[in-house]
T-cell receptor, first 111, second 117 residues
Framework: AQSVAQPEDQVNVAEGNPLTVKCTYS??????LFWYVQYPNRGLQFLLK??????LVKGSYGFEAEFNKSQTSFHLKKPSALVSDSALYFC?????????FGKGTTLSVSS | EPEVTQTPSHQVTQMGQEVILRCVPI?????FYWYRQILGQKVEFLVS????????KSEIFDDQFSVERPDGSNFTLKIRSTKLEDSAMYFC???????????????FGSGTRLTVV
């Protein structure tokens, strides 16, 4: 069965420092992977996706993610964190017509 | 930018009552979905809907739940005889094509927080 794991409940980083939010997946076949962000009292906003091609995917708000097939990982990264990046981040994998989400990682960026 | 609109934003209902959650997907999208997020837990897929029928549903989506596209714009989720454990945030989403392979994948609404008391 398709599944996604986000091993960290919370990631804390200082503004201006690089950030990484981890995600590993388990799928049969080629994975279609996504990152979404959720701000308080808001819906899920699309950040980026990996379908095929370059392992480094660039997305919204300066975020990028690196697909690593051998490690079955799809970590979200940003070179320089902003306080406004503080939110709940979800990794997801496509299964049929559904998205299977990880449990989410809260990113807290301090000034 | 087109949005998926959900109403109401918050609904409180008595256990055993029926509720209908409403969604207006993006107008040119063809696939519609419901997800739920129990407080503090992950987002879970409930159902996908295309061409006026269910494409796929999870084991959560039992006979208590039903979906409908009653007209050309609305997409509803009905929960019959609500239970305490149905309390959650319910997200509607739509996509232009099958699954999440459109450029922006799914577009999610802001959610309806359902509280069953």
């Amino acid at each position: 069965a398709q599944s996604v794991a986000q091993p960290e409940d919370q990631v804390n980083v200082a503004e201006g420092n690089p950030l990484t939010v981890k995600c590993t997946y388990s799928v049969s076949g080629n994975p279609y992977l996504f990152w979404y962000v959720q701000y308080p009292n808001r819906g899920l906003q699309f950040l980026l996706k990996y379908i095929t091609g370059d392992n480094l995917v660039k997305g919204s708000y300066g975020f990028e993610a690196e697909f690593n097939k051998s490690q079955t990982s799809f970590h979200l990264k940003k070179p320089s964190a902003l306080v406004s990046d503080s939110a709940l981040y979800f990794c997801a994998v496509e299964a049929g017509t559904a998205l299977i989400f990880g449990k989410g990682t809260t990113l807290s960026v301090s000034s | 930018e087109p949005e998926v609109t959900q109403t109401p934003s918050h609904q409180v209902t008595q256990m055993g009552q029926e509720v209908i959650l409403r969604c207006v997907p993006i107008s040119n999208h063809l696939y519609f979905y419901w997800y739920r997020q129990i407080l503090g837990q992950k987002v879970e897929f409930l159902v996908s809907f295309y061409n006026n029928e269910i494409s796929e549903k999870s084991e959560i989506f039992d006979d208590q739940f039903s979906v409908e596209r009653p007209d050309g714009s609305n997409f509803t989720l009905k929960i019959r005889s609500t239970k305490l454990e149905d309390s959650a945030m319910y997200f509607c989403a739509s996509s232009p094509g099958q699954g999440a392979r459109g450029w922006y994948g799914y577009t999610f609404g802001s959610g309806t927080r359902l509280t069953v008391v």
